[in-house]
C-alpha cells in the first residue's frame, strides 16, 4: 500500500483545496439531495469513513441537522478475494435508523477500476432498500473496468496506470494531501 | 505455512487476535436482516463427524451457510464407516468430491492431524474435537466470549453483565481464568490451557488428582486441587463436564462428593469478584458440575458461548478458505502438550 517511497511523488490537493473540496461537494449534496433530510453517509474503510465524517460535520453545518453517517466495509464481496490471501475485515456499522427507503451516499477516497464501488452496492443489498444510492469520491482518476461513475467528485485526476495516486488524512497518516506517484515493481490495486 | 487449524497451540498472538477481530466483524452480521454473506461461493465444506455431537455440528454448518459454503453433512453412524471402512478411504473419497475443508470430529487423539498430514487431501483440515486431544474452535469462542465480558468495556476493562461488548484488538492479558472439572478427559481444556495462555491470560486448573493428566506440570498454568482458595481470584470461572462415557474407571468417591467439592453452586458464586463470569462447553449436568441457580444467573455465558461458537467457525473458514492461501500463518509449531494419561 505504501506508495511513499516512489521519489517523484507529487502533491496534488493539499489541506486547503481538500477542505474546500469537501465543502464543495457538501453544498452539491444539499442542492442535489433538496435539503439533505433523508441522506445517509456511509464511508467505505479506511479512508473513506473519515470523509464521510468529514462530509457529515459540513452538511450539518450547512443544514443545522444531524447527518447519520457509518461504514461500510466491502472485503467480503470483492470479486479478487481469490487472488490474494484473505484479508483483514473493517468494520461495518450501519446507523441505527438504517439504509430502507432513503438516500445513500457512498463516500470513498480514490474512484479507479469501480470495482469497489460494484462490492459495495452488493453489500448494500444485503442490508436494506435504500431509495437510491449516489457515490461521491474525493479522486476520480479514470481507468473504469464497470459502468460505475461518481456523482460528486473532489477532483477529476487523469492518470496512466503506470501512475499511484494515493490520499493521506489527518486522522490515519498525520496529514491530508493526495499524492501522485509512479508505480514501481507489481501493480497494486487502489 | 499452516492451512489447517489442528491444535490451539499453533495459534500464535497475532493470528489469534485476527481470528478473534475476524470473529467480532462475523458477529455484527448475525444482526442483519440477511445473514449470509458470499464470500464461500462454490467452496464445499464437508463435515465429518466420526462422534456424535449436535451443538459443535450444526454450529460450523451454520457458519459454512452463512458464507455461502455448500456444506455436505458426513456422520460415521449409517455410511459406510460402520462398514468398516477406514480413515484413509473416507479421505479420498472426500477428496475425490472437491472438498475444500473438512471439519473433522473423531473419537481418536490425532486423527485430524493425521488427515491433514497424509496428503490424503488437499484441501484445509479444522479440528472440531478428537479424542481428549484438543478442541481449537471450542477455545476460540471461549476466548472470544471472555475478551468481551473482560476486556469489552470501553477502557478495556470488565463489563460488569452490561451485555458483552466490543474487544476488537485486545488480548487477555492478566485476566485469571479457572478451569474446573475434568481436565483428563477435557480437549476444551487443553486447547484453552494453550490458547489463553497465547493471549497473555494465567490459567488455574482446578480438579481432583485423578481427573489430572500426567504431565499436567508441563502445561503453561497453575494446578489447585481446592476450588474455594481460587474462586475470589478468577475473573472468570470455566466448569466442565464430567466425561463418564470416557471413563473406564472410578475417579472419584460419589458423584455427591464430587460435586461439593468442585461444583459451582450460589454461595461459591459469590464468592467470585463481581465483575467475573461463568462459562460451560456444554452440556451441562445441572447439579452435577453447575447448580441450576448458577446456570441461570446473568454470569452465565453459556447460551452466549454458542452464539459466539458461529461467528468464530465463520471467522476460521473464512480465514482459510477466504483467499487464494489462508490468512493464518504460523510458523513452526510451538511446543503442544503430549497426551499421556493411563487408560
Redesign the interface.
Known amino acids: 500500500m505504501a506508495e511513499d517511497r516512489s521519489t517523484s511523488a507529487r502533491p496534488v490537493l493539499e489541506a486547503p483545496d481538500m477542505a474546500r473540496v469537501l465543502t464543495r461537494i457538501a453544498h452539491e449534496i444539499v442542492e442535489r439531495a433538496k435539503g439533505a433530510d433523508d441522506v445517509v453517509l456511509l464511508g467505505i474503510p479506511t479512508r473513506g469513513v473519515f470523509l464521510a465524517r468529514r462530509l457529515a460535520d459540513k452538511l450539518a453545518d450547512i443544514t443545522g441537522r444531524k447527518v447519520p453517517v457509518g461504514s461500510l466495509?466491502i472485503t467480503?464481496?470483492r470479486d479478487d478475494?481469490?487472488?490474494?490471501?484473505?484479508?483483514?475485515?473493517?468494520?461495518?456499522d450501519i446507523p441505527g435508523d438504517g439504509v430502507d427507503g432513503r438516500l445513500v451516499i457512498l463516500v470513498d477516497d480514490v474512484l479507479f477500476s469501480g470495482r469497489t464501488i460494484r462490492a459495495a452496492l452488493?453489500a448494500l443489498n444485503?442490508?436494506?432498500r435504500p431509495r437510491a444510492v449516489q457515490l461521491a469520491v474525493l479522486v476520480d482518476r479514470g481507468h473504469r473496468e464497470l459502468p460505475i461513475r461518481a456523482d460528486y467528485v473532489g477532483k477529476n485526476l487523469p492518470t496512466s496506470l503506470r501512475e499511484t495516486v494515493k490520499v493521506h488524512l489527518t486522522e490515519e497518516d498525520g496529514r491530508d494531501t493526495v499524492l501522485l506517484g509512479v508505480r514501481e515493481g507489481s501493480p497494486a490495486d487502489e | 505455512m499452516k492451512r489447517h487449524l489442528i491444535s490451539a497451540a499453533d495459534l500464535t498472538r497475532d493470528d489469534a487476535i485476527l481470528v478473534l477481530d475476524t470473529a467480532e466483524e462475523m458477529a455484527r452480521v448475525a444482526d442483519r436482516p440477511i445473514k449470509k454473506l458470499p464470500t464461500l461461493r462454490g467452496r464445499t465444506v464437508v463435515n465429518l463427524f466420526f462422534e456424535d455431537s449436535t451443538r459443535t455440528r450444526i454450529s460450523f454448518e451454520a457458519a459454512a451457510k452463512r458464507l455461502s459454503a455448500d456444506v455436505i453433512n458426513f456422520s460415521a453412524k449409517g455410511s459406510s464407516v460402520s462398514k468398516g471402512e477406514s480413515l484413509k478411504d473416507t479421505a479420498l473419497t472426500l477428496e475425490a468430491m472437491g472438498a475444500d475443508a473438512v471439519v473433522i470430529r473423531h473419537g481418536s487423539s490425532g486423527a485430524p492431524h493425521r488427515l491433514a498430514t497424509s496428503g490424503w487431501i488437499g484441501g484445509s483440515v479444522v479440528n472440531a474435537g478428537d479424542g481428549t486431544h484438543e478442541h481449537p474452535t471450542q477455545a476460540l469462542l471461549d476466548a472470544f466470549t471472555m475478551r468481551r465480558h473482560l476486556a469489552g468495556a470501553k477502557d478495556g476493562g470488565p463489563t460488569f453483565h452490561r451485555g458483552p461488548g466490543d474487544g476488537s484488538g485486545r488480548d487477555l492479558a492478566g485476566r485469571r481464568i479457572t478451569i474446573v472439572g475434568d481436565i483428563l478427559h477435557s480437549r476444551v481444556a487443553r486447547s484453552n490451557v494453550h490458547l489463553l495462555n497465547t493471549l497473555g491470560a494465567q490459567v488455574t486448573l482446578v480438579a481432583p488428582p485423578t481427573l489430572l493428566p500426567i504431565g499436567v506440570d508441563t502445561w503453561p498454568c497453575d494446578v489447585s486441587y481446592d476450588l474455594d482458595a481460587v474462586l475470589a481470584k478468577s475473573d472468570a470461572v470455566m466448569m466442565l463436564r464430567v466425561q463418564s462415557e470416557r471413563m473406564n474407571a472410578a475417579f472419584f468417591p460419589t458423584e455427591r462428593e464430587y460435586s461439593r467439592r468442585y461444583g459451582l453452586d450460589g454461595g461459591r458464586m459469590a464468592a467470585l469478584p463481581e465483575h467475573a463470569i461463568v462459562m460451560h462447553p456444554g452440556p451441562m449436568n445441572r447439579g452435577m458440575e453447575i447448580t441450576a441457580e448458577v446456570a441461570d444467573s446473568e454470569r452465565c455465558t453459556v447460551v452466549e458461548q454458542v452464539a459466539n461458537g458461529v461467528s468464530i467457525r465463520m471467522a476460521v473458514l473464512y480465514l482459510l478458505l477466504g483467499g487464494n492461501e489462508p490468512a493464518i500463518a504460523t510458523a513452526a509449531p510451538a511446543a503442544r502438550t503430549e497426551e499421556n494419561h493411563q487408560s
Open positions: 466495509d467480503m464481496y478475494l481469490r487472488l490474494h490471501p484473505a484479508r483483514a475485515l473493517a468494520r461495518t452488493d444485503d442490508i436494506g
